[in-house]
């Protein structure tokens, strides 16, 4: 504080709404704005409550982007009998009983490297039929299911992903803004180029122009910034 006043303090005195929102969120380390967006619900951060579902999504954000702390392997080895296994619990503790075992799902989701997780997916899907997310979305609701959505897509494609929450906090009436400037701060600077790649694949339009659309002022300004460029 060598003027006697914080960055922050300066920020939220000299600017307003949702620049300012941006501006301050700017000031978070990545990876705490990786956590933001993971344990980012109906515009909460629940995590920051004593709620019960609070220690599965604390683990869920530190895993899900392969933060080494968070306890994920992040080799690429394949163990073959080990992967009939993980399909195999995974099928046992959704579609094959009553109710869902959280905890089998979550110990298997949240620790297994990439490859191994997406032969599982293909060995789940050839033992039940049904692909994992299709499982996942008629087997739990809720806010646990949107975390292991996450789980699943990040692992086929977190670009994909991000370009999802993207879409779905700008499309229809209004903006879900406080995932729009989390996604777009915690990722301009590490794959903003393959979410812009994806966004246009999936939806048609570019990124910048859906932002360009759905903001204004220096709120849109400073989001274009982060986009990068048309596409």
Same mark, same amino acid.
């Given at each position: 504080?060598? %003027?006697?006043?914080?960055?922050?303090?300066?920020?939220?005195?000299?600017?307003?709404?949702?620049?300012?929102? !941006? /501006?301050?969120?700017?000031? !978070?380390?990545?990876?705490?704005?990786?956590? #933001? !967006?993971? &344990? +980012?619900?109906?515009?909460?951060?629940?995590? =920051?409550?004593?709620?019960?579902?609070? +220690? $599965?999504?604390?683990?869920? +954000? =530190?895993?899900? @982007?392969?933060?080494?702390q968070g306890g994920r392997d992040e080799g690429n080895y394949l163990d073959d009998a080990l992967m009939r296994q993980d399909a195999q619990e995974l099928y046992e503790a959704g579609?094959?009983? $009553?109710?869902?075992?959280?905890?089998? @799902? =979550?110990?298997?989701?949240?620790?297994?490297?990439?490859?191994? =997780?997406?032969? &599982?997916?293909?060995?789940? *899907?050839?033992?039940?039929?049904?692909?994992?997310?299709?499982?996942?979305?008629?087997?739990?609701?809720?806010?646990?299911?949107?975390?292991?959505?996450?789980?699943?897509?990040?692992?086929?494609? *977190?670009?994909?992903?991000?370009?999802?929450? /993207?879409?779905?906090?700008?499309?229809?009436?209004?903006?879900?803004? +406080?995932? /729009?400037?989390?996604?777009? !701060?915690?990722?301009?600077?590490?794959?903003?180029?393959?979410?812009?790649?994806?966004?246009?694949? #999936? %939806?048609?339009?570019?990124?910048?122009?859906?932002?360009?659309?759905?903001?204004?002022?220096? %709120?849109?300004? &400073?989001?274009?910034?982060?986009?990068?460029?048309?596409?």
């Amino acid at each position: 504080l060598e %003027y006697g006043r914080s960055l922050e303090d300066d920020i939220r005195s000299d600017t307003s709404f949702m620049f300012q929102r !941006v /501006l301050v969120t700017l000031r !978070v380390p990545p990876l705490m704005a990786f956590c #933001l !967006v993971a &344990v +980012s619900l109906d515009s909460q951060v629940f995590c =920051l409550n004593s709620a019960p579902q609070c +220690s $599965w999504m604390l683990s869920f +954000s =530190l895993v899900c @982007f392969s933060h080494p702390q968070g306890g994920r392997d992040e080799g690429n080895y394949l163990d073959d009998a080990l992967m009939r296994q993980d399909a195999q619990e995974l099928y046992e503790a959704g579609e094959k009983k $009553w109710g869902t075992d959280e905890v089998k @799902f =979550l110990s298997i989701l949240c620790s297994r490297n990439r490859n191994h =997780l997406l032969h &599982v997916f293909d060995e789940y *899907k050839r033992i039940s039929q049904k692909d994992i997310e299709q499982s996942i979305k008629s087997e739990t609701s809720g806010s646990f299911e949107d975390a292991l959505l996450a789980i699943v897509k990040c692992m086929r494609n *977190k670009p994909a992903y991000f370009a999802e929450r /993207l879409y779905k906090s700008m499309k229809g009436l209004g903006t879900d803004d +406080s995932t /729009l400037i989390r996604v777009m !701060v915690s990722r301009a600077e590490i794959d903003m180029l393959d979410i812009r790649a994806n966004f246009k694949r #999936l %939806y048609g339009k570019s990124l910048y122009s859906f932002i360009k659309g759905d903001t204004s002022g220096d %709120y849109r300004k &400073v989001l274009l910034i982060l986009c990068g460029g048309d596409d």
